[in-house]
């Protein structure tokens, strides 16, 4: 099922929503679509792992959050030099569901 969104944006960004039609060769709805999706997915890892390095999720919930898998989210972590705030239990627990996942 689909749902039309509508909403007014400045000019400049209509200007720069153009841009990126010509450059992909795509239509405007197309364009908007991919946007607002790396859009929503970049707002799901900045919130997971804020919770995370907030101690209020473990790794593998801020996984989940983000809508990727334990090790990608590792790999993230490590990368913005995030401390792991991770328990030997939080640890074998996620270990575990990650196993089941496979």
């Keep these: 099922m689909t749902e039309i969104v509508s909403t007014r944006i400045p000019e400049d960004m209509a200007k720069d929503i153009k841009e990126i039609e010509k ?7 197309t364009v908007v679509r991919k946007l607002l999706a790396k859009a929503i997915a970049d707002r799901k890892l900045e919130r997971a ?10 790794l593998w919930k801020a996984s989940k959050i983000a809508g ?9 972590v490590r990368q913005r ?3 792991f705030q991770y328990s030997y ?10 196993l089941k996942e496979q």
């Design 89 to 98: 239990e939080d640890f074998r627990e996620d270990f575990e569901k990650a």
């Design 23 to 29: 450059e992909e060769k795509a239509d405007r709805a």
């Design 68 to 76: 990727l898998s334990l090790w990608e989210m590792m790999e993230i």
């Design 81 to 83: 030099k995030i401390s």
């Design 49 to 58: 792992l804020a919770l995370y390095s907030g101690g209020k999720v473990t």
